[in-house]
């Protein structure tokens, strides 16, 4: 299904994800250290990168920063179950999406799927908004002319906000489209990926023209 690089230091879990993910039908290449599984990423170039943070040397949060640095490749992070400390970090330096360990392996292959899905193209559609130029199909964003680099997270709440400009979607509604999944905990993930989408395509992010938040209900895409 997926070429998946696993960066996880417990060689326990390492190995008994690395079977079950096999058994879903994912190819699993799997890294100990920070180090290795940047040197892997950048020699395999795998679909998915499922992280844990706590690891020796270059934590995981750092790994998290170089991928997304020089990759758009979809991060899944392993995190302590109740961390918040945990979820928050990896989710500013650039991950998609958190499970917490110990995970089940369907749950895990289930986010897998689910981000590699958020690639794939929509039926033929161009569209420009104020100088922001969406086209659905080629799956690419430019503002002014010029191209937006955006992960494949990112795009897809674009795309979802900007289906309907002017209507409201409420956190859990974009969970449900985006990452499939509603647990309203995990509305951060909403949260941060909106943050790091309005640094990309906003003139000013502070005062967003095109991702509008609506107090108490969601976001919003404009202008309208």
């Known amino acids: 299904m997926a070429q998946v690089l696993l960066i996880e230091d417990d060689p326990s879990i390492r190995r008994g994800l690395g079977m079950a993910l096999g058994r879903h039908g994912h190819q699993v290449r799997s890294a100990e250290t920070g180090e290795e599984g940047l040197r892997q990423s950048r020699d395999a170039r795998p679909e998915v990168v499922v992280l844990d943070l706590m690891l020796p040397g270059i934590d995981g949060f750092e790994v998290c920063r170089r991928l997304r640095a020089d990759s758009h490749v979809p991060i899944i992070m392993l995190t302590a179950k109740g961390d918040d400390f945990d979820v928050v970090g990896g989710l500013e330096a650039g991950a998609d999406d958190y499970v ?9 292959d289930a986010r897998i799927r689910a981000v590699l899905r958020r690639g794939a193209p929509e039926p033929r559609r161009t569209e420009t908004h104020a100088g922001l130029t ?24 674009l795309l979802e906000l900007s289906r309907s400009p002017g209507q409201v979607l409420s956190r859990r509604q974009l969970l449900q489209s985006v990452w499939e999944h509603d647990y309203l905990g995990d509305s951060r993930l909403v949260d941060n990926c909106v943050q ?14 095109f ?6 209900f969601g976001y919003r895409f404009g202008p309208v």
Do not use: N
Request: glycine content about 6%; proline content about 11%.
């Open 211 to 216: 991702v509008q938040t609506v107090r108490g």
């Open 196 to 209: 790091r989408l309005r640094a990309k395509i906003e003139s000013d992010p502070t005062s967003p023209v």
């Open 100 to 108: 917490v360990k110990p995970v089940l392996p369907r749950v895990l």
């Open 134 to 157: 969406i086209d659905r199909s080629g799956m690419t964003v430019t503002k002014d002319g010029d191209p937006v680099s955006l992960t494949p997270t990112e795009l897809r709440v």
